[in-house]
Each structure stands twice: as C-alpha cells, then as structure tokens.
Nanobody, 123 residues
Framework: QVQLVESGGGLVQAGGSLRLSCAAS????????MGWFRQAPGKEREFVAA????????YYLDSVKGRFTISRDNAKNTVNLQMNRLKPEDTAVYYC????????????????WGQGTQVTVSS
C-alpha cells in the first residue's frame, strides 16, 4: 500500500501561481511513475500530468503544456506540480496518483490515490 497526501491548493487570481505537493508513504520503495489528475464539479476526472520514476519522461494535458511543470524528488518521496499562469478553467480538485500499468492518461492505470486538494482560480 502507498498513502498519498496532497497539499498546496488554495484560492488564486487568474494569472497567478500555485505549487502542489504530494507526499508518499508506505510501500514507496517500488518504482512508481506518478500522475496528477483533476476533477471539476460535474465533470469526469481528467489527466493533467505524469512523470516516470527516473524523471526522464513527463507527459501533460495539452491545455496545461507550457504552464504546468511536474517534478519529483525520490529521496523525499514527493511529487510536485508547479502551476503558472492559472486560468479559471483550471479550477478543480487536484489528485495525486501512483501509476500501476497501462497508459498514463487513464485513471484506471493508477493503483493508489490521494484525497485531493482544491484549487480555485478567480477571474
């Protein structure tokens, strides 16, 4: 089992920045790739970004490319999502997840999930 706890969400004006963090505990010795997803009210949970264990490969939702950056520190068991130039449409609950198998872009590919952190971007 891996426990994931997100932090760093909040309320920010459009154009501002936030940095989300995800702390992992438990069976963190496994080489999990990690992902961030988000879910807005009334919408399905969608992929935002993912990073492989080695950090050599990263993947992004098209609408966040150039604005969001995913990174990880394996020594600290943390994964971060730096979000710049935020837009009102980025408003959602953001979830951290540990990848199991399959495409990075699908929720079913992830074994463990955090509880989420709310990000609200005002216009």
């Amino acid at each position: 089992q891996v426990q994931l706890v997100e932090s760093g969400g909040g309320l920010v004006q459009a154009g501002g920045s936030l940095r989300l963090s995800c702390a992992a505990s438990g069976r963190t010795g496994s080489n999990y790739a990690m992902g961030w997803f988000r879910q807005a009210p009334g919408k399905e949970r969608e992929f935002v970004a993912a990073i492989t264990w080695s950090s050599l490969n990263t993947y992004y939702l098209d609408s966040v490319k150039g604005r969001f950056t995913i990174s990880r520190d394996n020594a600290k068991n943390t994964v971060n999502l730096q979000m710049n130039r935020l837009k009102p449409e980025d408003t959602a609950v953001y979830y951290c997840a540990a990848h199991g198998s399959g495409s990075f872009y699908y929720t079913r590919s992830y074994y463990f999930w955090g509880q989420g952190t709310q990000v609200t971007v005002s216009s």
